[in-house]
C-alpha cells in the first residue's frame, strides 16, 4: 500500500517562517521617471545595486530537520487532466480507453508513470528513514516562494530542477534527482544520469560539502511587469519579441556603458550554469566550419597543415572553452543573428559582463527566465541584470 500523501499549498505553508526584507536602492530609486525619453539616460539613471535579502536563516532547527520533495509531472497525468472536465481528473480506465481512441498507446505512457512514483516514493522513505520530515509535492500546487526548509530535493530532470530553484531565494540546499536517466540528461541533477550510491547519506550529513551554482539577478523597472523584487534566472534569459520571425529591438548597455540602439532575433544573458546549455548551442562551432576557414585561408595563400584531425580538434577546443564553471560569477550574454549596416553599427555579440541593462523598443517582446517564466518587455520597460552572490544556489554537482 503507497504511504505517500500529496500536499497542498497551505501545508507548505504550514511549515513557513515569515519573510522581514530590508530593501536597499542607491542612487535614483525611480530611474524611469522622467527620462523614459532618453535611452542613453535611462542607462545612466538605473540604480547601481538593488538587493532584496531575506534576513531570516534558511535552515531550520535540527531537532527535526524538514524537506520538501518536488516531483514532475508526467505525460500520464498532464492527458489526465487536460482530457477532465471542470477540473476533474479522469481515471485511468478512461483515460486508456481515450488514448487508444486518438491512436496512442496508453502503456508507455503509464509505465513512465507508475517509474516515476516509484522513485518519489523510494526517496521520500529513505529520508524519513533518515529522521527528515518529508512533504511531497507537484511543482503546481506550489506558492511562488518556499518558505526556509532544511531541503528541497526535486525528482525529474532538468526542468524539474529548474523550476524548484526559481522558487527558493535563501540557502536552502536544492538538489535534483533525475528520475528517468533513459529518457533525461539531467544535467543539473547530482551525477547526471548516475546519481551516487550514497546520495541519501550525502543529503541527510551534516558535514556535506554543498557548493553554489550562480544566479541571474533580473530586476524589471517600469511597464506593466516592473517588480519591486528582482527575480532569479539558474540558466538564462531571454529578450525578443514573441513572433519569432519579428526582429526584436532594444537599447543595451553594458558595465555601465554608454546605451547602443541593437536588432537581432533575440538576446540571450546566461550564468555559467547556463553556459552548457542554450548559450553553448548559440556559440557551437562546427567541424564543417573550421574546415571552411581552412580552405579559405589556402586559397588566401596562407600555408595550412593537411591534416584531417584538426577541424575536430579546433571545434573541440572552442566548444570545450565555452563552458564555465557553476559557480563562476561571470555574466555571460550571446546576440542572436545581430543586425549591422549603415544604421546600427557592430557592436559585441559574445562576451561576458558583469551588468547588462537593457530597454524595450519591441512592439510585443517576451522576457523569458529558464524557458518557463514570461513576462511582458513592452515599449518602454528596462530590465537590469547581474550575478549577485548573495543569490547563488547552494547545490549538489
Given at each position: ?16 517562517i515569515?519573510?522581514?526584507?530590508s530593501?536597499?536602492?542607491?542612487h ?32 531550520l532547527?535540527?531537532?527535526k530537520?524538514k ?15 487536460r ?16 488514448l487508444l481512441e ?14 516515476q ?27 511562488s516562494?518556499?518558505?526556509p ?5 526535486t ?22 534527482i ?6 533525461s540528461?539531467g544535467h543539473l541533477?547530482?551525477g ?14 551534516k ?17 506593466k ?7 532569479l534566472?539558474?540558466n ?20 555601465g ?9 533575440g538576446f ?11 548559450y553553448?548551442?548559440?556559440?557551437r ?12 585561408l ?17 571545434a ?11 559557480s ?9 543573428e545581430?543586425i ?24 510585443n ?24 552572490p ?8
Amino acid at each position: 500500500m503507497r504511504m505517500i500523501h500529496h500536499c497542498s499549498v497551505p501545508l507548505i505553508f504550514s511549515l513557513s517562517i515569515p519573510f522581514s526584507y530590508s530593501v536597499i536602492m542607491l542612487h535614483d530609486s525611480s530611474p524611469l521617471s522622467s527620462s523614459l525619453h532618453d535611452p542613453v539616460r535611462v542607462m545612466a539613471t538605473l540604480p547601481t545595486s538593488v538587493h532584496v535579502m531575506p534576513v531570516v536563516p534558511s535552515l531550520l532547527p535540527d531537532e527535526k530537520r524538514k524537506a520538501v520533495v518536488l516531483c514532475k509531472g508526467t505525460r500520464w497525468q498532464y492527458e489526465g487532466r487536460r482530457m477532465g472536465e471542470n477540473g476533474s481528473i479522469v481515471s485511468d480506465c478512461e483515460l486508456e480507453r481515450l488514448l487508444l481512441e486518438r491512436n496512442i498507446d496508453p502503456l508507455p505512457l503509464k509505465l513512465k508513470d507508475e517509474e516515476q512514483r516509484k522513485v518519489e516514493e523510494t526517496i521520500v522513505n529513505q529520508l524519513r528513514e533518515n529522521g527528515m520530515s518529508v512533504t511531497l509535492c507537484h511543482l503546481s500546487s506550489l506558492p511562488s516562494r518556499l518558505p526556509p526548509l532544511s531541503l528541497v530535493v526535486t525528482v525529474g530532470g532538468d526542468g524539474t530542477f529548474l523550476s524548484a530553484a526559481a522558487l527558493v531565494v535563501d540557502s536552502t540546499p536544492v538538489v535534483g534527482i533525475n528520475s528517468d536517466p533513459m529518457g533525461s540528461e539531467g544535467h543539473l541533477c547530482v551525477g547526471g544520469k548516475n546519481r551516487p550510491k550514497d546520495l541519501i547519506r550525502m543529503l541527510v550529513d551534516k558535514d556535506t560539502k554543498w557548493t553554489t551554482r550562480s544566479r541571474i539577478k533580473v530586476t524589471i523597472y517600469g511597464g506593466k511587469n516592473a517588480h519591486p523584487e528582482p527575480l532569479l534566472a539558474l540558466n538564462e534569459v531571454f529578450v525578443g519579441e514573441k513572433d519569432s520571425a519579428k526582429v526584436s529591438y532594444y537599447d543595451i548597455s553594458i558595465d555601465g556603458g554608454p546605451a547602443q540602439r541593437q536588432k537581432s532575433s533575440g538576446f540571450i544573458a546566461s550564468s555559467a550554469s547556463g553556459s552548457s546549455a542554450w548559450y553553448s548551442s548559440i556559440n557551437r562551432v562546427l567541424p564543417d566550419t573550421v574546415t571552411d576557414v581552412m580552405e579559405t585561408l589556402r586559397s588566401m595563400g596562407i600555408s595550412i597543415p593537411i591534416d584531417a584531425s584538426i577541424p575536430d580538434r579546433i571545434a573541440n577546443h572552442l566548444n570545450d572553452s565555452l563552458i564555465k564553471s557553476p559557480s563562476s560569477d561571470d555574466l555571460l550574454f550571446s546576440v542572436r543573428e545581430p543586425i549591422f549596416n549603415k544604421t546600427f553599427a557592430p557592436s559585441p555579440v559574445k562576451g561576458k559582463a558583469r551588468r547588462i541593462n537593457l530597454r524595450s523598443r519591441c512592439s510585443n517582446a517576451n522576457l523569458v527566465l529558464d524557458g518557463s517564466r514570461h513576462f511582458d518587455f513592452d515599449y518602454g520597460s528596462v530590465i537590469s541584470l547581474e550575478i549577485d552572490p548573495d543569490y547563488a544556489l547552494t547545490t549538489l554537482i
